[in-house]
């Protein structure tokens, strides 16, 4: 069972993704950045259930917030900030507390979370016909800081990306093949595993 945080990672910078599957637990580096980060993502929930939802472009919805959503088909397991259930469908949101705009990563992301909600959401809710769901056609990423909802469709491409990655992520494992370092060093600057790669400093 993979957690979805692995798909954002992955392509972001697969070391991260080795390390913390690989690494003994009591290694794992907390950092005050992700304390920070689950800080904000529960106060945007507490904020969120007062807002309308004119900022996905909906007039009504019953909102769901912090859904554990598990997938044995998939092998893949998650958390997700928001689902919107609206009279058609299901609309999985993700609260991103950065200044910049969304990344592709978590838009992949976003996607594995679409994949989790047509496989683990109940049976015969919105958008359900002859008891099959309809597949997840769009989602949205928060951008906390600018209080605005950047919508991403859930393309057959993405789709397939996400599988792929999940295939490659799961014989990296079992391998222990330690995969290359991002080439963006950059983003090593702040990476909570960075005294475990000393090549690239």
């Avoid at 859904?67 to 689902?83: F, K």
């Avoid at 990306?161 to 983003?187: D, I, N, Q, Y």
């Amino acid at each position: 069972m993979l957690p979805v945080t692995d798909v954002k990672q992955y392509p972001y910078c697969p070391r991260v993704v080795y390390y913390s599957h690989l690494l003994p637990q009591r290694a794992r580096p907390a950092t005050f950045k992700m304390q920070a980060g689950r800080d904000e993502h529960e106060r945007q929930a507490a904020l969120e259930d007062r807002r309308t939802l004119r900022a996905y472009g909906l007039a009504e919805g019953r909102r769901h917030f912090d859904v554990q959503l598990t997938s044995s088909r998939l092998g893949l397991s998650g958390r997700l900030d928001l689902v919107i259930e609206t009279e058609t469908e299901l609309v999985p949101v993700d609260f991103k507390s950065s200044e910049g705009k969304a990344g592709l990563n978590h838009k992949y992301q976003l996607t594995a979370y679409a994949l989790l909600l047509e496989d683990a959401w109940p049976a015969g809710g919105p958008g359900a016909v002859g008891g099959r769901r309809r597949p997840v056609r769009r989602g949205f990423i928060y951008l906390t800081p600018r209080k605005q909802a950047e919508e991403v469709r859930i393309t057959s491409n993405m789709r397939g990306w996400v599988h792929k990655a999940l295939r490659e992520v799961r014989a990296m494992l079992a391998a222990e093949s330690k995969p290359e370092p991002t080439r963006v060093r950059g983003r090593c600057r702040d990476c909570e595993y960075r005294n475990y790669c000393p090549e690239v400093w």
